[in-house]
T-cell receptor
Framework: NAGVTQTPKFQVLKTGQSMTLQCAQD?????MSWYRQDPGMGLRLIHY???????DQGEVPNGYNVSRSTTEDFPLRLLSAAPSQTSVYFC????????????????FGPGTRLTVL | AQKITQTQPGMFVQEKEAVTLDCTYD???????LFWYKQPSSGEMIFLIY??????QNATEGRYSLNFQKARKSTNLVISASQLGDSAMYFC????????????FGQGTTLQVKP
C-alpha cells in the first residue's frame, strides 16, 4: 500500500492564481481531511469528508474548495491564492470518524509546502 | 471543550536512554482516542501509537509505550533505547467530538537525542 499520497510536494504561486492540491489514499478509508500547519497555530482543519459525495467545512474553509467523487481521491482547490495561504498542507485519512476506536487513527500524507507571493 | 496540553517545549536525551514525553488532555466524552505523532525535520506526520479510553492495558508499539492514567487524564509517551533518528517534534492528539472528526493537537515537544 502506498498509504496517503499528495502532489505536488512544493509549489510557488502568485497572488490570484488558482491550483489544486491532489490527495489519494489506497486504504479504502471513508474519512478524509485537509489540514494546514502554520508556525504558532498548529494544525487546523480546512475541510473533511466522511465518504464519497459528502464534504463539509472545518475550522478554516475560506478560500478553499473540495470534492469527493471517489473514495480514493480528495483534492483541495485554492480558488484565488493569497499570501495568507502560504502554509504546509496535509491530507489525512482514517477508516472512520469515530473518536473512540483505533479505526479513527488518521494517517497523513507527506505534505505540500505552498508559498504564495 | 476538548484540549491537549504538552508542557515540555524541548527535551534532551542521551542515546540509548529512555525518555518520557508528557501529555494531558481534557474532555467530557466517555469514549475517546488518544494518538501520538512524530514530525521529523523532513516534515511528514508519522503515526506512532494509539490509546483508547476503554483500553485497560497501556498501549505498546515496539520502542514506544504509553503510560495512560485515565483518572489524571494523562497519556505520556515513553520512548525506550533512544536513537538519533528519534530526534523530532512529537505531538499528542485527540480525535475531536462532534461531526468533524478533527484531530486536536497539543503544542508539541521537540526531542533531541544526543550521541
Amino acid at each position: 500500500n502506498a498509504g496517503v499520497t499528495q502532489t505536488p510536494k512544493f509549489q510557488v504561486l502568485k497572488t490570484g492564481q488558482s491550483m489544486t492540491l491532489q490527495c489519494a489514499q489506497d486504504m479504502n478509508h471513508e474519512y478524509m481531511s485537509w489540514y494546514r500547519q502554520d508556525p504558532g497555530m498548529g494544525l487546523r482543519l480546512i475541510h473533511y469528508s466522511v465518504g464519497a459525495g459528502i464534504t463539509d467545512q472545518g475550522e478554516v474553509p475560506n478560500g478553499y474548495n473540495v470534492s469527493r467523487s471517489t473514495t480514493e481521491d480528495f483534492p483541495l482547490r485554492l480558488l484565488s491564492a493569497a499570501p495568507s495561504q502560504t502554509s504546509v498542507y496535509f491530507c489525512a485519512s482514517s477508516y472512520s470518524a469515530f473518536q473512540g476506536s483505533s479505526e479513527g487513527t488518521q494517517y497523513f500524507g507527506p505534505g505540500t509546502r505552498l508559498t504564495v507571493l | 471543550a476538548q484540549k491537549i496540553t504538552q508542557t515540555q517545549p524541548g527535551m534532551f536525551v542521551q542515546e540509548k536512554e529512555a525518555v518520557t514525553l508528557d501529555c494531558t488532555y481534557d474532555t467530557s466524552d466517555q469514549s475517546y482516542g488518544l494518538f501520538w505523532y512524530k514530525q521529523p525535520s523532513s516534515g511528514e506526520m508519522i503515526f506512532l501509537i494509539y490509546q483508547g479510553s476503554y483500553d485497560e492495558q497501556n498501549a505498546t508499539e515496539g520502542r514506544y509505550s504509553l503510560n495512560f492514567q485515565k483518572a489524571r487524564k494523562s497519556t505520556n509517551l515513553v520512548i525506550s533505547a533512544s536513537q538519533l533518528g528519534d530526534s523530532a517534534m512529537y505531538f499528542c492528539a485527540m480525535r475531536g467530538g462532534g461531526n468533524t472528526g478533527k484531530l486536536i493537537f497539543g503544542q508539541g515537544t521537540t526531542l533531541q537525542v544526543k550521541p
